[in-house]
C-alpha cells in the first residue's frame, strides 16, 4: 500500500505513532492533542519537475557538516505543494524558478539540530520539544533560479547563514539582492506563505496548525 494511502486510512497521530516506532523514532516526540487533518506529503518533483532541488541536508554540504538525509527528495502537506506550483508557475514569466533546499523534515532530525547545536546559537534551530512547521510538512527553505542559465540568484545572504544578513529586512546588500528577495517574498505571500523573521528563505504556509508533527523518514514515503 502506498504511503498516501496508508496515512488516509489511519487517523494522522495514530499514523504518525505507527510510523515512528517502525522507523525507531525517538520516545521525547512532543504528543499532541488533535484533531489534525490526514497528512498528505507529497513529492514536490511529481507535481512538477521543472522545480529545482537542491537539498543541502542530503549532503555534507549544511551547518552539521554531515548529510542528515538519506535521500535529496522535497515533501510538502498536499495544499502547501500545489500552492507552491503555483508560485514556481507565476514567476516563469519574470524568466525565474523556484529551488528548493528543504522542505518537509523529519522530528528526529530537528532534534539533531537541536542537540548538536551550542546553546548560544539556539535562536537559528527549532525547539525539538515544541516541533517545527518543516515537521508538519507545512515549511519550506528555496531560493530563486535563472531559468536560462540555471544558476541560482544571488541574495543578501547564502541558505543558512547565521547572520544578521538572512533576516528578510536587512537592509544591506545590493539593492539587486534586495529586488530579488523581495520578489520572492511577494511571490510566495499571494499564494498562503509567510516569511520566517530571521530568514528570508524560510516560508510557512498559513495551515500550518491543522498538521500534526510527524517522523516519517524519507524512505518510507512511496
Known sequence: MCQ????????????????????????????????????????????????????????????????????ARAFLQR??????????????RKGLGLLIFDAYR????????????????????????????????????????????GREIVMTSPFDSFTARAAPGYKGGTSEQRRMRNLLRSAMEREGFRVDPGEWWHFNYRDWRKYPILDIPFEMLR
Open 106 to 149: 523529519p522530528w528526529s532530525v530537528t532534534k539533531a539540530f537541536w542537540d548538536e547545536t551550542p546553546p548560544a546559537r539556539r535562536m537559528y534551530v527549532a525547539d525539538p520539544s515544541k516541533g517545527s512547521k518543516h515537521n508538519r510538512g507545512c515549511a519550506v527553505d528555496l531560493s530563486l533560479f535563472d531559468l536560462k542559465t
Open 4 to 71: 498516501r494511502m496508508l496515512l488516509r486510512s489511519f487517523s494522522s497521530i495514530a499514523c504518525a505513532v505507527l510510523l515512528c516506532l517502525a522507523a525507531g523514532g525517538l520516545s521525547a516526540q512532543p504528543q499532541e492533542r488533535g484533531p489534525f487533518s490526514a497528512a498528505d506529503l507529497v513529492e514536490l518533483s511529481l507535481l512538477d519537475s521543472t522545480i529545482h532541488l537542491d537539498i543541502r541536508y542530503a549532503t555534507s554540504g549544511n551547518f552539521m557538516k554531515r548529510p542528515m538525509y538519506t535521500e
Open 79 to 92: 495544499p502547501a505543494a500545489e500552492a507552491l506550483v503555483r508560485v514556481h508557475r507565476g514567476l516563469r
